[in-house]
């Protein structure tokens, strides 16, 4: 097992924090690998390794490959523990868009973690039901000892989960509104905008950055410009990402196309 620990060489690594790759294939390798070494040490120490896992086009490369590694290199994750970040609201589980077809035809689907053990937004509640609901998964996540490593992904308006510009650092899981320009990048898997759902579930801010390690990933040009705000911007609910520049846990992992617009002592 002692493979799954190399990580793979950097391109650069001027700022500690910011790591940028060749291309996206080497990117996700890297993760899939820092994720696989949070598994390997837990398992070594007898324990369950709590993740919080992402949805979307960024960490698929990151699945892929911890798919790779549990068929051929032994990693097993029957000691994993996943807290996704957010589902859409209303969703069922057996549609397409869900989040939970996403991780089952992603992840879940290929690897040997207990289906007890998964825990994604539940997008079929009443609205009479979701309070009391996004305060047991508070409750869980904490009863774990809290997240060992969460993976996020950055949306165009600058969110993580699903919480868009307005969303306090001292936030918790909620149901929100989703901005008009998430609606739109969304629109291609809905059949167009007027399908994508209006509001989601998502984890806060604050049991995001309460997690022990964090790693943002951002690949394609499509990220640049809210990757060079978030990174080097000021501080602010305007793009919620720039509330992990307060935290020393934080890596981002970015391709040569997301972080072309950094400085140029960080390409």
């Known amino acids: 097992m002692k493979e799954l620990l190399k990580s793979i060489d950097l391109v650069s690594d001027k700022e500690k924090a910011i790591k940028i790759y060749e291309n996206q294939e080497i990117a996700s390798a890297y993760v899939a690998n820092r994720i696989a070494s949070v598994i390997v040490t837990k398992q070594e120490q ?14 698929k490369g990151v699945y892929k490959e911890l798919v790779r590694l549990h068929k051929y290199e032994g990693l097993s994750f029957q000691n994993v523990v996943t807290f996704n970040l957010d589902e859409y609201y209303p969703m069922h589980p057996v549609e397409e868009q869900s989040y939970v ?6 992840l879940f689907n290929y690897i040997d973690i207990p289906k007890q053990n998964i825990h994604i937004p539940d997008g079929t509640l009443s609205m009479e039901a979701i309070h009391a609901y996004c305060d047991l998964y508070e409750k869980k996540i904490a009863d774990f000892g ?17 919480n868009e510009p307005g969303s306090g650092d001292c936030s918790k899981t909620r149901l ?6 998430t609606r739109e990048d969304a629109s291609g898997d809905f059949g167009g905008k007027e399908k994508v759902p209006a509001q989601a ?14 790693i943002l990933m951002a690949l394609s040009q499509r ?8 990174l080097k911007g000021a501080i602010s609910a305007d793009i919620p990402a720039t509330y992990l520049q307060k935290l020393a846990h934080v890596e981002y992992i970015l391709d040569k196309a997301a972080a072309s617009l950094l400085d140029k002592g960080n390409n």
Do not use: C, W, Y
């Open 46 to 59: 007898g324990q369950k390794a709590i993740l919080g896992l992402a949805t979307g086009s960024t960490p």
């Open 101 to 106: 077809s996403f991780m089952k035809s992603n």
């Open 146 to 162: 809290g997240l060992d490593m969460q993976l996020l992904g950055i949306g165009r308006t600058g969110h993580i989960g699903f």
């Open 176 to 181: 929100v509104t989703l901005n008009d320009l």
């Open 201 to 214: 579930i998502t984890m806060g801010i604050q049991t995001i950055t309460q997690a022990k390690e964090i």
């Open 223 to 230: 990220k640049a410009e809210i990757i060079q705000k978030a």
